[in-house]
């Protein structure tokens, strides 16, 4: 079993939709967590971290269940520059081993 | 500006010809780390340094070796590449502050061993 675990998409979707991604991890002793987009053919950028109590940034809401080992990923009016692959990432290891899911890609259409 | 930079962006090699990838940071961060990304499994993490002469194992260290003699500086070493290691490598450095946790990668580098 994948240690984290992303939907696989891709997710095309039209402007203004909203858009949710899940993402599911192994180690319940994870310490943090993230959401990190990536363009094609560019490097990964941080979107969000992702805090026990959720947190919100703009169009943008991430939750985190920690007793179902569960995060994601809220999109609301979703814009063309949107398009991009979602990365869920865990940090183990007392904060110093990053795991990575696989990412879901995300195509938003006029 | 503040960035994270490797060197070289592309790279056409072959089996057994010891190989370095560099890696800079001009932000003063202390961990550094190094990542592979394959079609279908993600970023995978290589090794990681948490400063000066410290470095670990990441996930998918075999074929790799990695030094950390100044704090800027991370290159990457493979001392006989193989076709298995063709992949696209990032470079990152990390920011711990507060609640703030960020890693900022490189534009990352294209390798192919043939």
Redesign the interface.
């Known amino acids: 079993r994948k240690e984290?675990e992303q939907d696989p998409g891709p997710f095309n979707v039209p402007e203004g939709a909203t858009v949710a991604f899940n993402c599911t991890y192994s180690n319940s002793a994870s310490q943090?967590f993230?959401w990190?987009r990536q363009d094609c053919?560019?490097?990964?950028?941080?979107l969000m971290?992702v805090y026990s109590s959720g947190n919100e940034d703009g169009r943008f809401t991430a939750q985190l269940n920690r007793a179902s080992q569960y995060i994601s990923l809220l999109i609301r009016d979703s814009k063309l520059s949107d398009s991009a692959t979602y990365?869920c990432v865990v940090?183990d290891n007392y904060?110093?081993?990053?795991?990575?899911?696989?990412?879901t890609r995300l195509s938003v259409l006029p | 500006e503040a960035q994270v930079t490797q060197n070289p962006r592309y790279l056409i090699t072959v089996t057994g010809k010891k190989l370095t990838v560099t890696c800079s940071q001009n932000m003063n961060h202390e961990y550094m780390s190094w990542y592979r990304q394959d079609p279908g499994l993600g970023l995978r993490q290589i090794y990681y340094s948490m400063n000066v002469e410290v470095t670990d194992k990441g996930d998918v260290p075999e074929g790799y070796k990695v030094s950390r003699k100044e704090k800027r500086n991370f290159p990457l070493i493979l001392e006989s590449p193989s076709p298995n290691q063709t992949s696209l490598y990032f470079c990152a450095s990390r920011r711990t502050s507060g609640n703030t946790d960020t890693q900022y990668f490189g534009p990352g580098t294209r390798l192919t061993v043939l």
Request: glycine fraction near 14%; charged fraction near 20%; charge should be positive.
């Open positions: 984290v943090s993230f990190y053919r560019k490097e990964p950028k941080l971290s990365l940090n904060g110093q081993n990053f795991v990575f899911g696989p990412g």
